[in-house]
């Protein structure tokens, strides 16, 4: 059951999805979405683990961060302290909803998200599932400041990557792609990665790796740190799925798979 409703924090009102089983539980998923038009891009993948959770009595909810979809101010004003606040303030309603163990589940951005979160506080926290994490936010942006590059060649101009930081440096904004980034916002994203300190023993963690090919390995990066976990004592649940990358497409797809075992995971 679809149960949107506003969140009232101290930065503004958030907008949150939920996706209600039929009986109450004690339980909950928050979605931690990925960063800037991937979110959109996603929101159909999001909607369908939701609806797949809910069904098998598993309450999902869905945050739009401040300064992003349906919530309250600009994505200019945006802040990952604001972010890491509004997980906060979702858990601590949840909690006085009856909550008592939360899961989570990050695409992209939203691993770093919740990595970070939980270098503070891993308390009741059951399983995280990480889809396709975004291992270095540094790297992640570079991604996203290309789509202004590949505009930009398409007009004539001549912006690269280290032009546009340089821009952002002077004015302290920069728009890309309708999205205006702050240099607060992009500064602490630079120093966030996906790291083996933030992997605790006590939660259930499973990674999902999505792949053009069933043939196609582990990226290095990510094989890296995954086998790195395995020699510390982490029990890491590795998943690979084949399709699309979804939250990047310009059609909006799914992938079934993901959705499927993703829920198995959840609900057992």
Not at 158 to 175: C, D, F, N, V, Y
Not at 208 to 222: G, R, W
């Amino acid at each position: 059951m679809l149960q949107p409703y506003f969140l009232e924090t101290l930065q503004g009102h958030l907008f949150i999805q939920t996706f209600s089983p039929n009986a109450p539980t004690s339980e909950a998923v928050i979605f931690v979405p990925p960063f800037a038009e991937e979110m959109n891009k996603s929101r159909r993948m999001m909607a369908l683990l939701g609806h797949a959770l809910s069904v098998n009595g598993v309450l999902m909810v869905i945050p739009d961060l401040y300064g992003t979809g349906d919530s309250e101010g600009d994505f200019s004003e945006a802040s990952w302290a604001i972010w890491l606040a509004n997980i906060q303030q979702l858990i601590q309603k949840l909690q006085q909803q009856g909550i008592k163990t939360i899961s989570f589940v990050g695409l992209r951005m939203g691993c770093l998200l919740i990595s970070d979160y939980l270098s503070q506080q891993q308390a009741n926290v059951k399983h995280v599932v990480y889809w396709k994490p975004a291992l270095s936010g540094e790297k992640m942006l570079n991604q996203f400041l290309r789509l202004r590059v590949a505009n930009s060649m398409m007009s004539g101009d001549k912006e690269t990557i280290q032009s546009l930081r340089g821009l952002l440096a002077r004015e302290g904004e920069l728009e890309v792609a309708g999205y205006r980034l702050n240099i607060n916002l992009v500064s602490t994203l630079d120093e966030k990665k996906i790291t083996v300190e933030n992997f605790y023993t006590t939660i259930d963690w499973h990674w999902f790796e999505v792949l053009a090919a069933e043939d196609q390995p582990v990226a290095m990066a990510s094989n890296q740190i995954i086998q790195t976990l395995g020699a510390q004592g982490v029990d890491i649940n590795v998943h690979k799925v084949v399709g699309e990358s979804f939250w990047a497409n310009q059609e909006i797809s799914e992938i079934s798979e993901l959705v499927s075992k993703t829920a198995d995971v959840l609900v057992a």
